[in-house]
């Protein structure tokens, strides 16, 4: 029996090569695709963080802009009148990195006294950074407000929760309207007891009626409709002057009706007039030929002597209803003027006239066409 025998056949120095070129060039395109892969995944998630950037910066416009339009509807859009308005009308806002359009439309007017609903939406487009063949971001904020007027409860001229005591028969304490356009208030409300009390003199104060009973203290309480515990901690007046800490203001403006608030533990006396929402949560005393326009509310007792005005209200006592014990404020000599004035009371009250955003009403990017 014979065998043959066959060389194995060996691949030749260039084939290797070819094949190691073929191994290298699929190297390559391998290494090539996981590269364009990893630069298209970047790229993605980088436009996907600028698109999301893009739109928050969006969103804060609108929201800047609906907050702007919120806190003075008349001065962005003077056609703007709450009992007449219906729109919809709309005003712009121009910002560093866009601008943005704030339009009002009334929903429901006012119907058996209830207060007319507005529909306010802001949209904002941002025109900075926009990348190349890219649409600019835009985002669009709405929600429902409705026009509220604060209304100060205003009794009588002079209201004292602690009662009252007059010292002589000069002066005046009037609850007839300075202004001449509101109906006739008390010229002084105060509880039974400790009540109002005249030492000396013949005049007593005049209104509808000339003194007010209020009852109990309990009662008297009740009737007052001041929040004073909600006053005290900020949440429904936000002052501009805080005293301690700030100087008076100067009141050469005529236009300028500011809330001071004042917190010391001894008692304020007024440093000069002035006029707006004064505020003090002790005591307090007015002296001298000053004037006061507006609305005073003292926690604690208050003397007056001199020959000072008061033309608006003034209530005092009212750290009875933190359940403290208040001394009866006092009219001491000299002739003044206490006297309820409607026009005074609605100008240290008009800032805080309207639109209050109703809660949980709002939508983010409510579509627009």
Known sequence: MKYSSRKRLRPTAGARKGIALVLALVLVVILSVAAASALAMVGSERRVVEDQEAASSAHALARSAYDQFIANPTGFLPAFAPTTFVGPDSTQFTFSDGYAWVSVQRVRPSVGGSLPLFLVRSRAVRTIDRPVHTPVAERVFAQYAQWQDLDMPAMAAWTSLSGLVKNGGSGTISGADNCGGAT???????????????????????????????????????????????????????????????????????????????????????????????????????????????????????????SNTIKGTLVTGLNVLLGQIVGVSDVGNGTKTIQFDSCNVANATSRFNGLAPIRNSGADNWKSY
């Open 184 to 306: 006739p208030v008390a010229g002084v409300a105060v509880p039974a007891i400790p009540g109002y009390v005249q030492v000396g003199g013949s005049s007593v104060p005049s209104g509808s009626p000339n003194i007010l009973n209020m009852g109990t203290q309990a009662q008297a309480n009740g009737m007052v409709g001041i929040d004073w515990v909600t006053i005290l901690g900020g949440m429904a007046l936000s002052a501009d002057i805080v005293i301690p800490g700030s100087s008076w203001p100067s009141f050469t403006n005529p236009n300028y009706w500011p809330v001071i608030y004042v917190d010391q533990t001894s008692s304020f006396a007024l440093p000069g007039s002035g006029r707006g929402m004064l505020i003090v949560k002790h005591d307090m005393t007015i002296g001298g030929s000053l004037t006061w326009d507006g609305i005073i509310m003292v926690g604690g007792r208050l003397v007056s002597n001199g």
